[in-house]
């Protein structure tokens, strides 16, 4: 009868004895503004991180190419004529593909889009490129005697070096280098008057897709010059 009232005592002094538990709530100075912050610094370093290695990684993966190894000891790469003509007389059809060249290379195919010459170039090739006709002060002022100003126009009045002030020569000097790099070079080609309301512009200016009219050019020439070649 004894050995009942020895186990009911062990069991009321486990019951009287309290329970410790750890808590899992952090501390209301972690739940700071500054450690909060902190926090998320130390995720968006160690993001930065991997994706600096991730990069890494990948270009290091490209470099072992056996078409890219021939390029990489090369200091300069200059403009190569024959090549570039021998790689755009093997565009396949470009008619109904999108926004993309295709050109056949041995049993491969390359892809050029503007994706690709966004890369190459570094121009901006995101947006819209609709700009309204309007009436423009430059040619107002420099050009008014012209029912058109082409580009041949613009080389004159750049070689006269007569403006009425620093800040329109820099805006006309601007238009030219467009007209004369990355879009068409020719002496004919025309300049709409809503190009010279955005030289006067300079935000508007450096934040317009040139990248875009620069493609499309690109689209243009390669396609005319392998059509004539074939025809």
Not at 2 to 18: H, R
Not at 132 to 158: C, D, H, K, W
């Amino acid at each position: 009868m004894s050995t009942p009232t020895k186990m009911s005592e062990k069991n009321t002094s486990l019951e009287k004895k309290p329970v410790r538990v750890k808590s899992t709530k952090s501390s209301s100075a972690d739940k700071s503004p500054k450690n909060m912050k902190r926090k998320h610094e130390d995720v968006d370093v160690k993001d930065s991180k991997s994706e600096e290695i991730t990069k890494s990684e990948e270009y290091e993966s490209v470099k072992q190419q056996p078409y890219i190894q021939q390029f990489m000891h090369l200091d300069t790469l200059g403009w190569a004529g024959q090549i570039f003509h021998n790689i755009a007389m093997r565009l396949m059809s470009h008619r109904g593909m999108g926004d993309a060249l295709c050109f056949e290379l041995g049993e491969a195919v390359g892809r050029f889009s503007i994706n690709e010459f966004c890369l190459i170039t570094g121009l901006n090739c995101v947006g819209s490129t609709h700009l309204p006709v309007v009436e423009s002060r430059l040619i107002a002022r420099y050009f008014s005697t012209l029912r058109g100003v082409s580009r041949e126009n613009l080389e004159v009045q750049m070689s006269n070096a007569k403006f009425d002030n620093d800040d329109d020569a820099v805006k006309l000097s601007l238009l030219y280098i467009m007209y004369s790099i990355p879009l068409s070079n020719a002496s004919a080609v025309k300049i709409g008057p809503q190009f010279f309301a955005l030289a006067d512009d300079l935000d508007a200016f450096n934040s317009f897709p040139w990248g875009v009219l620069s493609w499309e050019a690109t689209w243009a020439i390669i396609c005319h010059t392998v059509d004539n070649r074939m025809s």
